[in-house]
């Protein structure tokens, strides 16, 4: 398809830098435009709306209550922006179009963050690789680029300070050429965040390492540890985030909705302009029409299905990547510190990242087809395994292995491309198909600037009147606001957990400090509502032995954060199911008790909600996982 073919439109701001047009049929590369700084200020109503994000007390509408503002959204009576998709970018695309003064309706066909969302590295990163290839490539576009994404790095972590923070991570060298050469890469990492530096980068000798980072082998493939360099990148809870967006941008006014489910464009018959969408409640099987003036298409790697909705001859905007991530105890690697190891004896990137107190490591993407539950396959979680065993002195074990999950990433590319090394990790914005914004691409940590680009082209799109200009750079996400890293200490010292015992019997808890600080990372300062609920409603036990995770969450997700199954709370809310699938497995009757009384769930619905809580528990292959050994890994 040629670019002229295409009615892709140039939907770049006044800001927007560069725009690359490519051979994939004229889809816009852009590079994100420059947020405009509202300071904390601005007009009454961005006021109102600040303070009602941060009251500690607002509650969200309810699921009924958001579905009843989609089906009034009439011809006559549309909203201005419905969003299909609710990942990273559909939930920042609501949240910044709400903040704007815009009415918002948003559709998720499972749950929030249920697709490639909760299945990243949760970094939020620059690219210390693109780094590198915008330096050997002098390629000022991949530079910009990095240059940007270190800028939002810095914001995300600052909007949503309890579910973020910096994390080192060590780069081990084994010959002195490493040394200066991952030394001076990583000062010049420093340098282009500028003013954005997490902390500075430093070498450590390979003593110094070792105490650091006691698992890390003295020496890898035959060759002695020379010493490591250390720089910063940011780490996050990524579902809790994209959770935390939907609430907010719930509370800004958008009717979020989940388990809704895009099965049709409505058209205008004269233009054929798209007016809205047939959505089908899953929960209920219910269908019902949905009017608004832009419709975004924040679908993911899902979005050339949606466009394909529209016009069946829509060429694919996306190359699908999938990658996949193995948990390991904790003992791997130290609470506080990462290891990445840039390049393996055959090229590809490993690391392994300390994360909500077991250790995270996985590899470079490789190519992959578009499926909605992606499952790892057993070579990718051995190639991880005997990655990361060159340069540890722990023995690798596949038994080791809590939990494993594949993710796919929606590169948008030039089909022409040979490799996903090649592709470039821009946002594509395009409007091809009139009524319908396509927006995929990029990464988690860019997915606010990347909202704001499509929530500018959905304007231009609907001649829309927003009240103001876009806020999000600065607008702390709920839970956030007033939040300090001391936190946890209030819950500790004012809060006990309240127990049942199996008499029946309410018996005190102690809030202890690992539960406290678990609280007050995954909640914020709404972490002492959870609190109230574990000390006044007797849920004050753990769902699973050796994790934090509290009885009252269940009922406190179910009544505040859309949680409507069993599967979104082991997946999306808790992270049970990505830590630890057999602890998921033994928190799930308990689980489905408390929601089955928060929303009245019969015998039936309850014994569904344990099949399918099961099914999706065997796609991180738990089972298997306990069983399997291959001889090399005991
Ligand atoms: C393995 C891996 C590791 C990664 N690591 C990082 C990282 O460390 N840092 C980083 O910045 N980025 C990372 N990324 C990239 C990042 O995760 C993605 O760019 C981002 O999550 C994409 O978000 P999204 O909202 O566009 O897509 P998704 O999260 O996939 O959301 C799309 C949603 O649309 C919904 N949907 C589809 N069709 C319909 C329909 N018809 N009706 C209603 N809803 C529908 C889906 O259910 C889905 O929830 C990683 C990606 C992968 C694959």
Redo the contacts with the bound molecule.
């Keep these: 398809m040629s670019a002229a073919a295409t009615r892709l439109r140039r939907l770049a701001t006044a800001a927007t830098a560069a725009v690359a047009v490519t051979a994939c049929g004229g889809a816009i590369l852009l590079t994100p435009s420059v947020a405009s700084n509202d300071p904390a200020g601005g007009s009454a109503t961005i006021q109102s709306v600040r303070r009602t994000i941060n009251n500690p007390s607002a509650v969200v509408p309810s699921r009924t209550v958001q579905e009843s503002s989609l089906i009034s959204a009439t011809s006559a009576n549309p909203v201005d922006i419905l969003v299909?998709?609710?990942?990273?970018?559909?939930c920042g695309v609501a949240l910044d179009a709400a903040t704007r003064g815009l009415r918002v309706g948003l559709?998720?066909?499972?749950d929030f963050?249920?697709?490639?969302?909760s299945?990243?590295?949760?970094?939020?990163?620059g690219g210390v690789r693109y780094l590198e290839k915008a330096l050997f490539n002098l390629d000022r576009g991949q530079l910009k680029l990095v240059f940007h994404a270190l800028e939002e790095r810095k914001q995300v972590i600052e909007n949503a300070p309890h579910l973020c923070h910096a994390l080192p991570c060590m780069t081990p060298c084994f010959n002195w050429f490493e040394v200066v050469y991952y030394w001076m890469g990583l000062k010049m990492y420093d340098l282009v965040a500028g003013r954005h530096l997490l902390h500075l980068s430093r070498y450590y000798s390979a003593q110094e390492s070792v105490e650091l980072f006691p698992t890390l082998a003295r020496k890898g493939n035959d060759k002695s540890l020379r010493g490591t360099v250390v720089y910063y990148d940011g780490q996050m809870n990524d579902s809790r985030l994209n959770v935390g967006l939907a609430c907010t941008a719930a509370l800004a006014g958008a009717a979020v909705l989940n388990h809704?489910?895009?099965v049709s464009f409505l058209k205008d018959e004269d233009t054929q302009r798209i007016i809205g969408a047939r959505i089908r409640d899953n929960l209920s099987g219910q269908e019902f029409d949905t009017y608004a003036k832009v419709v975004v298409n924040?679908?993911?790697?899902?979005c050339d299905?949606?466009r394909k909705m529209a016009n069946k001859d829509a060429q694919p905007m996306i190359c699908p990547s999938?990658?996949v991530?193995i948990i390991l105890p904790d003992y791997y690697s130290p609470e506080g510190m990462g290891l990445i190891v840039p390049k393996t004896k055959d090229g590809r990137v490993v690391f392994m990242l300390p994360w909500l107190g077991r250790t995270v490591a996985?590899t470079t993407?490789s190519n992959a087809s578009i499926t909605p539950l992606p499952e790892p396959h057993e070579d990718e979680i051995q190639f991880i395994l005997d990655a990361i065993c060159d340069y540890l002195n722990v023995k690798v074990r596949r038994s080791d292995v809590l939990s494993a999950w594949s993710?796919?990433?929606?590169l948008a590319v030039d089909p022409n491309a040979k490799n996903t090394e090649s592709i470039s990790r821009d946002h594509v914005v395009s409007e091809d198909y009139p009524g319908l914004v396509t927006i995929?691409g990029?990464?988690?940590?860019?997915?606010r600037s990347m909202a704001e680009d499509a929530v500018n082209a959905a304007i231009k799109s609907g001649k829309l009147s927003p009240g103001n200009e876009c806020i999000t750079s600065n607008l702390r996400l709920i839970g956030g606001d007033g939040w300090e890293p001391s936190f946890f200490t209030v819950l500790a010292q004012q809060y006990v957990r309240m127990k049942k015992s199996y008499g029946g019997k309410v018996v005190p808890g102690l809030m202890d400090t690992a539960a406290a600080k678990h609280l007050s990372h995954a909640y914020g300062t709404l972490a002492e509502r959870v609190a109230t609920i574990a000390q006044n409603e007797a849920l004050g036990k753990r769902l699973a032995h050796g994790y934090p995770c509290l009885e009252a969450e269940v009922a406190y997700c179910a009544r505040n954060e859309y949680c409507e199954s069993a599967v979104d709370f082991i997946a999306r809310r808790s992270r049970l199911a990505f830590l630890d699938t057999d602890a998921a497995g033994r928190a799930l009757p308990r689980i489905i008790q408390i929601l089955s009384t928060e929303h009245n769930w019969d015998r039936s619905r309850q014994k569904e909600e344990m099949k399918k809580a099961k099914e999706f528990l065997e796609t991180f292959k738990s089972s298997k996982n306990a069983q399997f050994h291959d001889g090399k890994h005991q």
Excluded: C, M, N, Q
Aim: proline share 4%; charged share 20%.
């Design positions: 299909v998709g609710g990942g990273a970018t559909g559709v998720e066909r499972e963050s249920s697709g490639t969302s299945r990243s590295t949760k970094l939020i990163h809704a489910e895009v924040a679908a993911g790697p899902f299905s949606l999938s990658g991530h996985g993407d993710g796919i990433r929606p995929t990029g990464k988690w940590t860019t997915y």
